[in-house]
C-alpha cells in the first residue's frame, strides 16, 4: 500500500487544488529510471508528514492534461501547492534532505 494517492486529470482540482493543506504532486512516468529512484523518497515524505502535506502522485502518459497544464517538460518533477496554487517546484530524482526543506517552507 502506497502512502502517496495516485490522482488523475479529473480528480486533480478536488485532490490538490481544493486541498486545506499543502500538497506535493510527484509527477511521474511507469517508464522513466530517476521517477523509481525518487519514489521511495517520496514515500518517505508521505508518512513523515502525514496530516501536514497530503502527497500524491500523477502518471503524466495517463494524465496528459494536467502534465501540459503545467508545463512539465522534464520528469520526475515534484510540484508543491498550496491554497490552489503552485508554489515551488523541484526537479529531477533529488536527496530527502532537498524536498524536506523545500516542503518546510510551506508548512506554517
Known sequence: MSAAAQVTDSSFKQEVLESEIPVLVDFWAPWCGPCRMVAPVVEEIALQYDGQVKVVKLNTDE??????????????????????????????????????????????
Open 63 to 108: 494524465n496528459p492534461n494536467v502534465a501540459s497544464q503545467y508545463g512539465i517538460r522534464s520528469i520526475p518533477t515534484l510540484m508543491i501547492f498550496k491554497g490552489g496554487q503552485r508554489v515551488d517546484m523541484v526537479v529531477g530524482a533529488v536527496p530527502k534532505t532537498t524536498l524536506s526543506n523545500t516542503l518546510e517552507k510551506y508548512l506554517n
